[in-house]
């Protein structure tokens, strides 16, 4: 060190290990400290050390060899500072000297500096003139940064709902050492008071010789325990026993998770419902109406091998003319097996579809998209197909197809039977495609299975089970109105894989959907007429649907109730003691526990992933069920014990990923884990990424038992949580339920600038022919097909222009890197192209396409509240970016996974690369003892 000047920086006392220009260590070890009788103004050099770095090992106090000695001597008849140490003629003096070189460090002077002298309260350069200390100055108040826990002496390691987050950790603390206490606790003090240091970003001093906001007194006695009382902190005990008590609070794990407990479930409806079925209906009307040489035409939900039988047996008995027609999808399965043979090589087909216009809640394409995909199936290179809808059609569809020379080769029709069914509100009708037969003119329509199920449980089992609810004014809100609603259906239906792409034919998946959504819709409008709240969180609603060919449909209902758990959900450690000569610590809720020191992983993919330079974890949580929910923090590899999240916030910015918020939405999580093997280095050098790698693991246990059965279903049941909850619905705010916990936590420990929620959508048909054939109604847009293998959408906080123009750049960012993955480029477009041709030009609202760069990225505009469980809208002043990320990977697997995978991946990177290319201001502030650091906020991004 060649000038004292930089004593506070990399140059001097502090250390950059991994030389992105942080300081992240202690460069200097302290000598001579026990011979100069433990000065207590080392405790005040402690703090300021630990303060002015991000990072740090407890061991600058040890007699280790080191290259940069600074000892500490009494001898001599005056008071000199260089860079080898401190001379002092008397302990009194060393102190003295100690707690100014802590506080009232000169920032500039003309000329190196290799000499200080201090007298009177005076110092000198050099050689140079006697100058007076600091004068005090009148300077704003900070806002003091409460100590509510032994837990969280050095971070708020509890999210509370009452406390507003702030980029300032203000620590107006001091120590009061007792003498009688000997070298070794006088040593974990000091480190106590580095670590202290090291998690605030402005502090206060002195720290020894006054009493202020948060007092710690480390004494002599013969009781031994450390009592936190408002905020006074107590340590007391023989030397041995402080020694424990301040390694602990030093080293201790004191993450307190959260407890399940079991509860036994009470059933307070269990209905068995079964009926003859439409084919047994069907089958009785044309036994009725038997004729010889018999015209017979049927519509029926039934597999293909099913229709087939029934056709043969009518024709084996004599009929003349016999048609057995899926009710499911018919305009499709009719082109399919009925009009295909016909065309041969016909090199045009034009497919018209009625404009639907009725009074339901269908859309005008709703017979263009109960025919889909078929037309892209039949196009090829040699036969063009043209696909219309018409308003005075006179059937449902009509087909003409022409040959090489032009000539009409097929003219023909179809009329589609549908039948009126009440939506949930009973203030809507859905007109879904019904069955129906027709022998020689007489026709009779004909309820399909799922229609008959369905109208049962909406008008005779939805209206009963809330009856038998204990219900309060947060039931349905904060907290389930049940704990589970299963059902378990059993049906005969089409289930057919398509060689095309995602899509299948299954219309138990459509009764799942309808089941699912549209109950969570029945107690959103219940709750809306009896209190005037949505009641958005009814409970898990788990539809499980069993296809069985030939089987009578049946199915049970079964409702469990929900229990209120009692529980606090910010509890704080109050006080240690011994127990059996072994360190417990106890919380608030009178909870004792044995202090740990390690951070045990369950995990295997999690502690493969903190074998990686830079990377450690911990459980950040725990879901409703008990799993472990676990944080990763990726930064630049440092060589220290301790790191403080907010110090390095402070020189960084931070950008969090949440992966696996809805488990069915399956791409998010692989995505993380390959971004964290690809991260470089260097980019490390400029940000730091936190990430959750599995937000829901109870609905991911959920999905794996529904893939059992259906291993290609979107599965919507298991996006939410154990009890059907969209925690998001409750985050920030106190609540029992973990998985709402974990983003806040981690929000709460580094105050992330960018927000990346990693979603997804289906990969393939989204029916629901109970609600229009549509994706629910709840939805402002329809998923009814997916837009896009991979697109965004950027939450734009209204009236905050710095935070637009960043949303802005984000999306030309994140565009080009994945316009620049061909295959994912040419998806993209395929799916706009395929919008484009179904439904975009005929319901825009419902299909939007805002485009950056060939990207869809949509804009999600809401006015900034403290009330939002959204990151931006809450706290716009700390996040400047929060973005969803949307892949087609609903329950996919193989390429189209590894495709929505590269997708995740590769727009978390270019949010990740812009924000790593740009250099952020921060600011120092320094008046009268007291040191601050913050840096500007929003994000600049060039």
């Known amino acids: 060190m060649n000038d004292l000047l930089n004593f506070w920086t990399i140059h001097g006392a502090l250390s950059d290990w991994n030389d992105d220009g942080v300081p992240d260590g202690i460069a200097i070890r302290v000598t001579g400290w026990r011979e100069a009788g433990l000065p207590e103004g080392l405790i005040d050099f402690s703090a300021r050390l630990g303060y002015e770095t991000t990072a740090m090992s407890p061991d600058f106090l040890s007699d280790k060899a080191t290259l940069s000695p600074f000892h500490l001597a009494i001898e001599g008849d005056r008071t000199v500072i260089t860079s080898k140490g401190i001379c002092a003629p008397t302990k009194e003096a060393m102190n003295e000297a100690l707690r100014w070189l802590s506080s009232e460090w000169p920032t500039s002077s003309e000329e190196k500096v290799t000499t200080i002298q201090l007298k009177n309260g005076q110092y000198q350069l050099n ?30 390691g509890n999210y509370r709902a009452d406390r507003r987050l702030s980029s300032v950790v203000f620590r107006d603390f001091t120590i009061d050492f ?22 605030s970003t402005h502090i206060q001093f002195p720290i020894t010789g006054d009493v202020r906001k948060f007092h710690v007194t480390i004494k002599h006695d013969q009781q031994a325990t450390v009592d936190l009382e408002e905020q006074n902190l107590v340590v007391r005990g023989n030397e041995e026993n402080v020694v424990s008590f301040l390694h602990a609070l030093n080293h201790g794990n004191f993450r307190i998770p959260r407890e399940v407990k079991e509860k036994p479930i009470e059933t307070i409806v269990n209905v068995e419902w079964t009926n003859k079925g439409e084919r047994s209906e069907i089958e009785t009307f044309v036994d009725k109406l038997w004729q010889p040489d018999a015209t017979i035409e049927v519509f029926i939900s039934e597999s293909k091998s099913v229709r087939d039988h029934l056709k043969q047996q009518w024709l084996s008995r004599g009929a003349g003319n016999v048609h057995v027609r899926s009710s499911f999808k018919p305009g499709f399965h009719w082109i399919q097996e009925e009009i295909l043979p016909l065309i041969g090589e016909a090199k045009y087909v034009t497919i018209e579809c009625l404009e ?65 069914v009440p939506y949930i509100n009973e203030q809507s009708w859905s007109y879904p495609t019904t ?58 239906e089409a289930e057919t894989k398509l060689d095309f792409e995602h899509e299948r034919i299954s219309s138990m998946e459509a009764l799942h959907e309808d089941l699912y959504f549209n109950t969570l819709e029945y107690y959103r409008e219940l709750g809306l007429q009896r209190s005037g709240i949505a009641w958005n969180t009814p409970g898990a609603v788990l539809p499980f649907m069993h296809v069985v060919e030939g089987s009578k449909p049946k199915a049970t209902i079964t409702v469990t109730r929900w229990q209120d758990v009692q529980e606090a959900n910010s509890r704080f450690v109050q006080s240690l003691f011994f127990k059996n000569d072994e360190l417990y610590y106890e919380t608030d809720q009178h909870v004792q526990r044995k202090v740990t020191y390690t951070n045990d992983l369950d995990d ?168 229009g054939y549509n994706s629910p109604p ?107 990320t949307e892949a087609a990977d609903e ?26 290319s740009t250099n952020q201001h921060i600011d120092k502030e320094s008046a009268f003892k007291r040191f601050g650091l913050r840096r500007s906020r929003p994000l600049r991004i060039k």
């Open 127 to 156: 050689d140079g003139p006697w100058l007076l200390g600091e004068l005090k100055e009148d300077s704003p108040a900070w806002p003091h940064s409460p100590v509510e826990g032994l837990n969280e002496l050095f971070e708020q």
């Open 178 to 199: 007792d003498e009688i206490l000997g070298a070794n606790a006088f040593e974990e003090t000091c480190y106590y008071a580095a670590k202290m240091g090291m998690f």
């Open 356 to 420: 639907e216009s009725g009074d339901g809640m269908e859309m005008p394409i709703r017979w263009l998209q109960e025919m889909y995909p078929i037309d892209e199936m039949i196009e090829s290179n040699d036969r063009t197909v043209d696909v219309s809808i018409k308003k005075d059609l006179k059937h449902t569809y009509e087909v003409k197809a022409y040959d090489r020379e032009d000539q009409l080769i097929v003219d023909t029709y179809l009329d589609v039977p549908t039948s009126q």
């Open 435 to 492: 069955s129906c037969v027709t022998v020689n003119a007489q026709k009779q329509l004909v309820q399909t299975d799922r229609e008959q199920f369905w109208r049962y449980y909406v008008q005779e089992v939805l209206p009963t089970i809330h009856e038998k609810l204990n219900l309060d004014e947060q039931s349905g809100i904060t907290k389930p109105l049940f704990h589970s609603l299963t059902l378990d259906v059993t049906m005969s």
């Open 604 to 771: 295997e993919r999690i502690v493969e992933a903190t074998k990686q330079p830079g990377v450690s974890a911990f459980e950040v949580s725990r879901s409703f069920n008990g799993i472990p929910i676990y944080a990763l923090e990726i930064t630049a590899e440092i060589n220290a014990s301790w790191q403080s999240a907010r110090k390095l916030g402070v020189y960084k910015p931070t950008i969090l990923i949440e992966a696996g918020h809805h488990a069915n939405e399956v791409s998010s999580v692989p995505a993380l884990y390959e971004l964290m093997q690809r991260i470089d280095q260097e980019v490390l050098k400029a940000i730091t990424i936190v990430a959750i790698p599995g937000s829901n693991p109870d609905g991911t246990a959920l999905h794996q038992q529904l893939i059992e059965e259906h291993p290609e279903w979107k599965h919507h049941a298991a996006r939410f949580n154990a009890v059907g909850l969209e925690f998001n619905h409750v985050r920030f705010q106190d609540s029992v339920f973990g998985e709402a916990l974990s983003a806040p936590a981690l929000i709460n420990r580094w105050l992330p600038d960018v927000y990346l929620d990693n979603h997804g959508i289906p990969a393939h048909e989204w029916i629901q022919p109970f609600a």
């Open 778 to 884: 709840r939805f402002p847009v329809s998923y009814w097909l997916p837009n896009a293998m991979m697109y965004g959408i950027g939450k734009d906080v209204v009236d905050h222009d710095e935070h637009r123009l960043i949303l802005d750049k984000a999306t030309v960012w994140s565009s080009k890197a994945i316009g620049e993955n061909q295959r994912l480029h040419n998806k993209n477009k395929q799916w706009q192209s395929r919008i484009k041709r179904y439904a975009y030009p005929h319901v825009t609202k419902k299909f939007p396409l805002p485009t950056v760069h060939d990207m869809i990225f949509n804009r999600w505009e809401e006015k900034g509240s403290s009330d939002s469980t959204h990151y931006i809208y809450r706290y716009p002043e700390l996040c400047s970016l929060e973005i969803v």
């Open 891 to 916: 329950t996919v697997y193989g390429d189209w996974l590894e495709d929505c995978v590269n997708g995740q991946r590769l727009f978390n990177e270019s949010i990740i690369e812009m924000v790593a």
